[in-house]
T-cell receptor, first 112, second 113 residues
Framework: SQQGEEDPQALSIQEGENATMNCSYK?????LQWYRQNSGRGLVHLIL?????REKHSGRLRVTLDTSKKSSSLLITASRAADTASYFC????????????FGTGTKLQVIP | DAGVIQSPRHEVTEMGQEVTLRCKPISGHDYLFWYRQTMMRGLELLIYFNNNVPIDDSGMPEDRFSAKMPNASFSTLKIQPSEPRDSAVYFC???????????FGDGTRLSIL
């Protein structure tokens, strides 16, 4: 069963706008990761945030983590058509970084 | 370096046939994962290996599924006999230990008629 639930399930925006995706999870974690999946391809890792971190940046990506609310958000700034993909959060439980549980995903469409 | 390589990319077969999916992980990676992705159930972990040894196979749906890793550069996932409900995209991923991310192959799209 999925640990993470992404919200919204689908998001359509214009190029240049910001896109925000949210992930809620149920049990304690030691890390949360975000992955991107282009149509017909495998998942690609974007960013990892540890449970003792609150915010992390990588290029146009900003991830926040609120362990008290068991939620995370992924913000993509100045979106591009190439950002069109599905985005998944993945949670790693206490005890290790090896096994993660993927959420349901947000399908992002960026319109040129 | 080459990424994770899966074969075949597409497989169409009839119910009852044996299906073998193959994966070559990234050289030097000591963890290997098999996932199944469907619209209904999302991305599910089936099994993962560390240094060729199965660590957690709790996600393997039933005895019809088996996975092996005979050496560090090759793994197989077998379904015997196959059923229409096994139709899905099967992904293999590998990683180094610690906080390193998983690297996914492009998957095998399996259709059981």
């Amino acid at each position: 069963s999925q640990q993470g639930e992404e919200d919204p399930q689908a998001l359509s925006i214009q190029e240049g706008e910001n896109a925000t995706m949210n992930c809620s999870y149920k049990t304690s974690i030691n890390n949360l990761q975000w992955y991107r999946q282009n149509s017909g391809r495998g998942l690609v890792h974007l960013i990892l945030i540890r449970s003792n971190e609150r915010e992390k940046h990588s290029g146009r990506l900003r991830v926040t983590l609120d362990t008290s609310k068991k939620s995370s958000s992924l913000l993509i700034t100045a979106s591009r058509a190439a950002d069109t993909a599905s985005y998944f959060c993945a949670t790693g439980s206490s005890g290790g970084y090896q096994k993660v549980t993927f959420g349901t995903g947000t399908k992002l469409q960026v319109i040129p | 370096d080459a990424g994770v390589i899966q074969s075949p990319r597409h497989e169409v077969t009839e119910m009852g046939q044996e299906v073998t999916l193959r994966c070559k992980p990234i050289s030097g990676h000591d963890y290997l994962f098999w996932y199944r992705q469907t619209m209904m159930r999302g991305l599910e972990l089936l099994i993962y290996f560390n240094n060729n040894v199965p660590i957690d196979d709790s996600g393997m749906p039933e005895d019809r599924f088996s996975a092996k890793m005979p050496n560090a550069s090759f793994s197989t996932l077998k379904i015997q006999p196959s059923e229409p409900r096994d139709s899905a995209v099967y992904f293999c991923a590998s990683k180094l230990g610690g906080t390193q991310p998983q690297h996914f192959g492009d998957g095998t799209r399996l259709s059981i008629l």
